[in-house]
């Protein structure tokens, strides 16, 4: 167990929809990724946040979007959705924004859009 | 150009031999990690093992080894005494180090090699 937690796990949803994934990180770790994992794309970075703060964006659709809370879960909102979106997404934490030796992921969420 | 590869879309191995999987990588960054994930079928990603650029000698990590030949830029993994639980998906990552401005050290992934274990 990572310690870190993703919900829901599955997920099934229809296109044209809306759906926002949750993480919460590793007990002190300020620093959150998300990535997606999909067929045609491998695993790729999307988005990262630190301390409630967006660092950095990767191949991140402008459909996409999230946040970091207070409380330092973090939200990844997906609209609009096509059947390309159907992925496995993951969220990484750790201790700071630098360079830190691990990135520990969450279980992932797999969303299904038909 | 691809920053990470994997070569071995699918390995075989038989239970207790060790396994080498190949990841060779592309950075002009002098400062950067390299990361094995095994991600089985479940689905989680799990760390394995972490090699800094500047690190002396090979990571080890239980049966996990990672044979780092930096001029080579290769950082392959060494799974000795398989185990048929050892079955998955390897991940090889690269995180440049090199100061941006906004300090994001994301994960550059390989396309995987998947390993399976024959008793």
């Known amino acids: 167990d990572s310690g870190v937690t993703q919900t829901p796990k599955h997920l099934i949803t229809a296109t044209g929809q809306r759906v926002t994934l949750r993480c919460s990180p590793r007990?002190?770790?300020?620093?959150v990724y998300w990535y997606q994992q999909s067929l045609d794309q491998g695993l790729q970075f999307l988005i990262q946040?630190?301390?409630?703060?967006?660092?950095a964006k990767g191949n991140i659709l402008e459909r996409f979007s999230a946040q970091q809370f207070p409380d330092l879960h973090s939200e990844l909102n997906l609209s609009s959705l096509e059947l390309g979106d159907s992925a496995l997404y993951f969220c990484?934490?750790?201790?700071?924004?630098?360079?830190?030796?691990?990135?520990?992921f969450g279980p992932g969420t797999r969303l299904t859009v038909t | 150009a691809q920053k990470i590869t994997q070569t071995q879309p699918g390995m075989f191995v038989q239970e207790k031999e060790a396994v080498t999987l190949d990841c060779t990588y592309d950075?002009?960054?002098?400062?950067?990690?390299l990361f094995w994930y095994k991600q089985p079928s479940s689905g989680e990603m799990i760390f394995l093992i972490y090699?800094?650029?500047?690190?002396?000698q090979n990571a080890t990590e239980g049966r996990y080894s990672l044979n780092f030949q930096k001029a080579r830029k290769s950082a392959n993994l060494v799974i000795s005494a398989s185990q048929l639980g050892d079955s998955a998906m390897y991940f090889c990552?690269?995180?440049?180090?090199?100061?941006?401005?906004?300090?994001?050290?994301?994960?550059?992934f390989g396309k995987g090699t998947k390993l399976s274990v024959i008793p």
């Open positions: 990484a934490s750790s201790p700071t924004a630098g360079p830190s030796y691990e990135q520990y």
């Open positions: 007990s002190g770790d300020l620093s």
């Open positions: 946040y630190y301390n409630g703060e967006e660092r």
């Open positions: 950075t002009s960054d002098p400062s950067y990690g």
């Open positions: 090699q800094g650029s500047y690190d002396q």
């Open positions: 990552a690269m995180r440049e180090e090199k100061y941006s401005g906004a300090g994001s050290y994301q994960l550059t």
